[in-house]
């Protein structure tokens, strides 16, 4: 049995996080870093933030757009029942690539934290708060720590 996607950090998806990221510590523009982000979700095989990304532009009130946006519309909710899916590239374990998310989130609330507190006990509270072992959260720690910036 697969493991479940992870579904949100506190309160946010996973690939808002990751646009986040790009927009605001690599420098992208919002449309690059969610292109970005919907292009490398779906090839691991989630359409998640692709239907997401659909739903965003179904909001759009131009005229020139209605029938394509009833398309589109259409497309997001077979995606998210389901009944439109894509295969990872590679056979075997596919890369969870909401983990990106999940460890920046850790590793940003560890640094936060750690200005009011013990290393250990911020440790502690991210932990808690994500809902993840505390070696998890020290190993998110330790990676940011070798590849921020």
């Not at 579904?7 to 690939?15: K, N």
């Not at 590679?90 to 990106?100: A, H, L, R, T, Y």
């Not at 932990?127 to 921020?148: C, D, F, H, M, P």
């Amino acid at each position: 049995m697969r493991k479940r996607k992870l579904d949100q950090i506190l309160d946010e998806q996973p690939w808002d996080v990751e646009i986040g990221y790009l927009i605001n510590q690599r420098g992208f523009d919002l449309d690059k870093a969610r292109t970005l982000t919907v292009l490398r979700w779906m090839y691991w095989g989630d359409l998640r933030p692709l239907a997401a990304t659909i739903y965003e532009a179904g909001d759009n009130d131009l005229p020139t757009i209605t029938l394509e946006k009833a398309l589109l519309n259409y497309l997001a909710r077979m995606i998210v029942e389901g009944r439109v899916t894509v295969q990872p590239p590679s056979p075997g374990k596919p890369e969870q690539v909401g983990k990106f998310a999940r460890d920046y989130t850790a590793w940003f609330l560890h640094e936060e934290l750690t200005k009011e507190m013990s290393s250990g006990e911020a440790v502690r509270r991210v932990a808690r708060a994500l809902g993840i072992s505390e070696q998890t959260v020290r190993q998110a720690i330790t990676y940011w720590r070798k590849n921020a910036k």
